[in-house]
Structure formats: C-alpha cells, structure tokens
C-alpha cells in the first residue's frame, strides 16, 4: 500500500473532510478523492460516507483507522533508518552491548563521523540476544558484542581480548571478600571459569550489568571483576585497586556482521574499529 494513501486518509479524518484534507496536503482535492478511491478499492469496501459538513467514517473505516497511524508511523520509522540523507552516500547501522557503548562504540562513531563524513549512521544499543538477532535478519550491519551466537550467514571477526581483573575499593583486601563482593555475570564463560576458581564462593549481590556494578562499588565500596581498560583510570586515581595474586579472564570483543553485507560502505568502518581497538586511531 502507498503510504500516501494512510496519509491522506488520516488527514480526513484529522480535518473532516476532503476539501480540508487536500489544503493540508497542499494537493488538488481531486488528487485526495482519487487515493480514497484507490485506498477502498484495495480494501474492497467504502471508508467514508460524505456529506454536507464533510465525510464521516463507516464502519470498515473505523477497523481502518485502528491500523493507518501504525503503517505510517512505520513507514516513518523505516525511511529514517534505510533512507540515505542528501548529500550521503549510504546508511550504516552499527549496534553494540550496553557495555560495550562507552567508550568503544562512542569513539567508532566519533571517528566515523570524522572520517566517513559521507556515511549516514544509525546507532543501536541492545541486549545481546536481541543485537545478534538483528545482525542476522539485516536491521542493524555490524554489531559490537561479547561471546556471539555462531550462525550459518555470519561472519565474525576478533577485535580484541580484553581481561576482566578482580579490583576492590579497599587496597587491604586479597582475593575475593564475600562481604563486599559484587559478582558480576560476565556470561556463561565467566561463570564457568569463575566458579573452577571461588567454588565456595557464594556472593549476597549479584548484577547483570558492568557499568552499574562499578558505579555501586565505587559509590559503596566493595570489589568485583571488571574490564581492565575500564578500571584503568579509577585504579590510576586511586579510587581502586588490583587485587594481589587473584586470577584473570579473558574476554574476548567481536565484531559481527552479514557475511552479505556491502564492503564497499562496511569495509573502511571496519578498518577504523579495529584500529581503535588496537589503540593505532584517535577516536576524535
């Protein structure tokens, strides 16, 4: 269906008439009549009755109009996500964790604004589950993420392995203190690994979410495992501090995307995060 006619049909409605409509519009009201017509063709039943103060909705009208502002809304919805801008050359969405937003995501799309200018971005945050799965259906092209899901039609490229290092708030503490301790779910890798190495350990608080972990310790106190190039500057603050002795886990970054996606737009972005990644690019 031509969106205009969803259009013209809620502006009818919104005006109460067809001569109202078209002023809206800015088009003939003969133009506005012939997409109604157009519009209960396709339908195979008649939406309005008119009369002398304007058009009122029948009842098949009525069904309609529960529909016609979510088909334009989505059709809006899809222009400002697929649509190239004037003076662009392609649309890139990208997506990342929510851990993986700051700073790594923020310093990919300031360097892309920097140096693909003529590259319109879309900028996507999600949940793991949710983020692969739009990667593999096309929503979103390249995505930022964690331990992702193999699938047939993916590819997948290593940008970095970061560590996740025990800190705590308190320079006096060694190892894991089960008092203060905020576990973390670093996902299933992390736990496996954690729990061969604390097999008594068992934590009073448990978050799902880095960012909001390190934000309570540092607010409360307490220790927990986090990515060291996000502690870096708290431990060179001396708001944390390294536990002595106590083991470290890998976690490995990724880059997902279509093995379909277009290279020529994909390929230099791609070049760009992983020179970040590698620290040989300034974000900015």
């Known amino acids: 269906m031509d969106v205009e006619l969803a259009r013209s049909f809620l502006e009818i409605v919104s005006s109460g008439s067809f001569i109202r409509a078209s002023r809206r519009l800015n088009v003939a009201q003969t133009t506005v009549s012939a997409r109604i017509r157009t519009l ?3 339908l195979g039943r008649p939406l309005f009755v008119r009369n002398k103060g304007g058009a009122s ?3 098949a009208g009525e069904q309609f109009l529960r529909h016609a502002p979510m088909f334009v809304q989505l059709w809006q919805r899809t222009l400002h996500q697929v649509a190239v801008p004037p003076g662009r050359r392609a649309v890139l969405t990208v997506g990342s964790e929510v851990s993986l937003a700051q700073p790594l995501l923020l310093d990919w799309v300031r360097w892309m604004r920097r140096s693909l200018p003529d590259i319109a971005l879309r ?15 096309g929503l979103v092209d390249v995505a930022v993420m964690y331990a992702p899901q193999h699938r047939p039609g ?5 940008l970095m392995d970061e560590k996740l290092v025990l800190v705590t708030t308190n320079p006096e503490a060694s190892l894991v ?26 934590p009073d608080l448990l978050m799902d979410l ?13 220790s927990g495992y986090f990515r060291m190039s996000v502690v870096q500057p708290h431990i060179e603050a001396g708001q944390l501090h390294l536990v002595p002795e106590a083991p470290q886990f890998s976690y490995p970054v990724y880059a997902v995307q279509s093995a379909n996606a277009d290279e020529v737009v994909l390929g230099p972005a ?15």
């Open 57 to 59: 909705l029948t009842p």
């Open 177 to 202: 203190d089960r008092v203060d301790y905020v576990h973390v779910d670093w996902g299933p890798d992390f736990t496996l690994h954690h729990g061969m190495n604390f097999p008594d350990v068992a």
């Open 123 to 137: 900028v996507h945050v999600d949940v793991p589950q949710d983020l692969i799965n739009q990667v593999a259906s």
């Open 270 to 284: 791609l070049a760009g995060l992983h020179s970040i990644s590698n620290g040989n690019a300034e974000p900015a």
């Open 210 to 222: 880095g960012p909001l972990a390190l934000n309570y310790i540092l607010s409360a106190g307490g």
């Open 154 to 158: 993916l590819k997948i490229d290593l």
């Open 40 to 42: 209960e063709q396709q």
